[in-house]
């Protein structure tokens, strides 16, 4: 019987489909190995969290999967599949573990594009006690790791290159901010974080940039950050984008002396996000005050909000200072394999 070549509409369990995918699958498999085998070597404990939550996470743009769990009572409960393992893995940090990792799936809701999957597969680890630059690091070294396995001197994304070996940049937000937008993003909030979206506003206007309809602070550098800085970071090399503002990094510390900022940082590539990391945030009181806030914009938005997992706020006064980070393992393996989407790398994609 003949047996139609493989093409974009071909079904990934295709034999020639598979074919052609099988080596960046291969190579994906070999770095999970090494990843485990770095984790083991540098003193983490490789856990294992839950995915079934009572609350995903309560960030605005941040869309979850709901489900009910009936108890033996036949009572229903609203329960979520987890976006990150974030709230789960610091009640381990405050019940005593000092140094964790997880490399399991997660699954976010309205995402799915060339980078984005509904599930996808997250490395997540904590430091207590240690600074976020450590955190910072263990990302570079990992980088370089991943592209030691699948013997790759560089990283290709839509036509931008990026040296996983050579040192890093580092760049705070607001220089990115002023440098690739013409845009002062300090001077739009006052001393204590508070944002001016018309402030921003009219730094956009004066730069030539179009101003949408909704012009709260927060969108407005969201569209600033992705149409004007993200395309020109990681080209080259790895950029390493820090102390983002304050009221953009909901579980990250402020930055000492200065309350606009936090202890936040993205790692790009080829002008692919990979890592988001924070100094982490301890204070019960001022997460729940930031927990509310950003619920009350995502009812603003989107009309609906999540709960609020009191038994992590009720942690945060156990919980050390420490560092951590939420890594795209699937996205690391592409910009390593030179693969262009996502579902290139998953074993299995999603059913449309």
């Known amino acids: 019987m003949n047996q139609p070549s493989a093409s974009a509409e071909t079904p990934w369990w295709h034999p020639h489909r598979h074919a052609d995918r099988r080596p960046a699958l291969l190579a994906r498999a070999r770095f999970d190995i090494n990843v485990r085998k770095w984790m083991l070597d540098n003193g983490f404990i490789i856990v294992d969290p839950p995915g079934l939550v009572r609350s995903p996470g309560n960030e605005t743009h941040l869309h979850a999967f709901g489900t009910e769990m009936i108890g033996n009572d036949g009572v229903e409960r609203e329960m979520y599949l987890h976006t990150s393992p974030e709230f789960t893995m610091k009640k381990l940090l405050a019940a005593g573990e000092t140094r964790i990792a997880s490399l399991q799936h997660v699954w976010r809701n309205r995402e799915r594009s060339a980078l984005h999957h509904p599930e996808f597969t997250m490395l997540e680890w904590y430091r207590a006690g240690e600074p976020y630059g450590r955190i910072i690091e263990d990302v570079l070294e990992l980088i370089r790791i991943a592209a030691a396995t699948t013997m790759t001197k560089s990283f290709s994304f839509r036509g931008r290159d990026c040296d996983p070996h050579a040192p890093a940049q580092r760049l705070s937000v607001a220089d990115a901010f002023e440098r690739f937008a013409g845009i002062d993003l300090l001077a739009t909030m006052d001393e204590d974080g508070v944002p001016d979206g018309e402030a921003l506003a009219g730094q956009m206007m004066a730069a030539g940039m179009r101003v949408p309809e909704d012009r709260s602070w927060s ?8 149409e004007k800085v993200e395309p020109e970071l990681g080209n080259g090399r790895v950029t390493v984008l820090d102390r983002y503002p304050a ?5 990250a510390r402020r930055v000492p002396g200065d309350r606009r900022v936090s202890e936040r940082f993205e790692v790009y590539a080829c002008g692919v996000e990979l890592a988001n ?28 909000r999540y709960p609020i997992d009191e038994n992590f706020l009720q942690a945060l006064d156990f919980m050390p ?8 393992f699937d996205r690391l393996v592409m910009l390593a394999t030179g693969a262009q989407r996502i579902e290139s790398v998953l074993w299995a994609p999603v059913a449309e």
């Open 219 to 226: 969108y407005l550098f969201t569209q600033i950050l992705v």
């Open 247 to 251: 009221c953009e990094a909901a579980l």
């Open 277 to 304: 990391g924070f100094g982490e945030l301890t204070d019960a009181g001022e997460q729940r005050r930031r927990f509310e806030a950003e619920m009350t914009e995502k009812q603003r938005i989107y009309g609906e």
């Open 321 to 328: 200072e420490a560092s951590g980070v939420a890594l795209g």
